[in-house]
């Protein structure tokens, strides 16, 4: 979950980004994961899925290259570039 304020804009970087609407003191926890807005799932879970619901995940999460586990999240933290 996004613990700053932020806003899905052009990037130039990436086609879109997320940005923070305000500014973001060094050391400041941006993000953090919350059971109860995020949820994680294997890539043999994902792999499982229904086509539909594996097209949902892929759009609406990202793969976690420190987890190694797939993460739905309901914000926005999908556009950090």
């Known amino acids: 979950m996004l613990l700053i304020p932020t806003q899905v804009r052009p990037s130039s970087i990436q086609g879109l980004g997320l940005f923070?609407?305000?500014p973001v003191k060094k050391g400041t926890i941006t993000?953090?994961?919350k059971p109860n807005f995020d949820?994680?799932?294997t890539?043999?879970?994902v792999e499982a899925?229904?086509?539909v619901q594996k097209?949902?995940?892929h759009h609406h999460g990202y793969l976690s290259t420190y987890?190694?586990?797939y993460v739905f999240c309901v914000d926005d933290a999908r556009f950090w570039n």
């Open 31 to 33: 993000w953090t994961f």
């Open 43 to 45: 890539v043999e879970e």
């Open 67 to 69: 987890l190694n586990k």
């Open 39 to 41: 949820l994680l799932f």
């Open 49 to 51: 899925m229904h086509p």
């Open 20 to 22: 923070a609407t305000a």
């Open 55 to 57: 097209a949902l995940l």
